[in-house]
């Protein structure tokens, strides 16, 4: 019978880190599959680095147990660096040395066997788009290439499993979604992506998503099933004249938790749908904006994520409460 951890690239068991008093991943358990791309949401400070941190070996955990690449995150951190790459948001580059310079002091890092150095350097060099760049210095090269280059160093040593933090924070668009088709490559591969995320259209390539907040993990599945099972209210997406001055007054009606600008009309949370629709409707024809539509959607991954927050908040409200 195979071993079902073989099939598990990270398993995480009430992991946690405290700093002092202050605790900043907070006794959280999964696992991440083999080939998987698995996403980790969370706003600043929801611990969402000191986990990865802790799950690349650099910094021990306060309690509880884990394992990544087969390998103890307590006593086995060393063996843990030399199979995984990791790349944060600064790209972790020298900036004075060459587009060549960096991937060779990389290479060296990773004790890569003379006879492999030539081919995997042009390997990244083919990856990132640097051919012809090879000799210019790091610091010159635009977000996109830095970005790129940054990723190739990272997997020089073709790692199993890859860590990225906040990979795409401060790259256009257009170089976010050449990452992606990059980071779909890596897995098609077999190699398992561990990413860490604030924006939330990212999050929907994701094969599964951890939502983290305050140190917490509070939702772990599929942005569907995030979506269709997780979701405590309904969303209404409402298209109307003058959506901001609508907006306050949606606000103060009965069973409406919620209300957000969402491009050019609002989404609003309520705990029925059917009831705030029908309410909503009459205050726009009282009031005089011009309703386009008033219906019931499937949730966004950001509605999901605000309302599990919110839901998090009220459920802790009474025990800081109680604490004062």
Not at 149 to 175: K, M, N, Q, R, W
Not at 191 to 210: K, L, Q
Request: charged share 30%; net charge negative.
């Amino acid at each position: 019978m195979t071993d079902a951890r073989n099939d598990k690239a990270v398993v995480v068991r009430d992991l946690e880190r405290r700093f002092g008093t202050f605790v900043a991943v907070d006794r959280i358990s999964f696992d991440v599959a083999r080939g998987e791309i698995f996403g980790f949401l969370g706003p600043n400070g929801a611990g969402k680095s000191t986990t990865i941190r802790m799950l690349c070996g650099i910094l021990s955990p306060s309690g509880g147990a884990g394992s990544v690449a087969g390998f103890d995150i307590r006593t086995q951190p060393e063996k843990i660096k030399s199979h995984i790459g990791y790349m944060s948001q600064r790209f972790s580059l020298y900036e004075d040395l060459t587009v060549e310079e960096n991937i060779d002091f990389y290479g060296g890092i990773y004790r890569i066997a003379a006879e492999r150095k030539k081919e995997r350097k042009e390997w990244v060099l083919e990856m990132a788009g640097l051919r012809e760049h090879r000799n210019s210095r790091t610091g010159i090269l635009s977000g996109g290439w830095k970005q790129r280059l940054a990723l190739g160093c990272a997997i020089l040593h073709e790692p199993p499993i890859i860590f990225l933090d906040e990979p795409t924070s401060g790259v256009d668009p257009i170089s976010r979604r050449r990452f992606w088709n990059l980071i779909y490559e890596l897995a098609s591969r077999g190699v398992t992506v561990f990413v860490t995320t604030h924006y939330m259209d990212e999050a929907e390539y994701c094969d599964r998503i951890g939502l983290i907040y305050r140190g917490k993990l509070i939702a772990t599945g599929t942005p569907e099933l995030l979506k269709s099972d997780f979701m405590r209210e309904d969303v209404l997406d409402v298209l109307c004249e003058r959506p901001q001055d609508a907006m306050g007054e949606i606000e103060g009606l009965e069973g409406v938790r919620e209300v957000a600008l969402f491009g050019k009309g609002l989404h609003v949370v309520a705990e029925n749908g059917e009831a705030a629709a029908s309410r909503i409707r009459g205050l726009l024809d009282e009031r005089g904006y011009a309703a386009v539509r008033v219906e019931r959607i499937v949730p966004s991954l950001e509605d999901v994520f605000v309302s599990l927050i919110e839901a998090q908040d009220r459920e802790e409200e009474p025990q800081r409460e109680v604490r004062r």
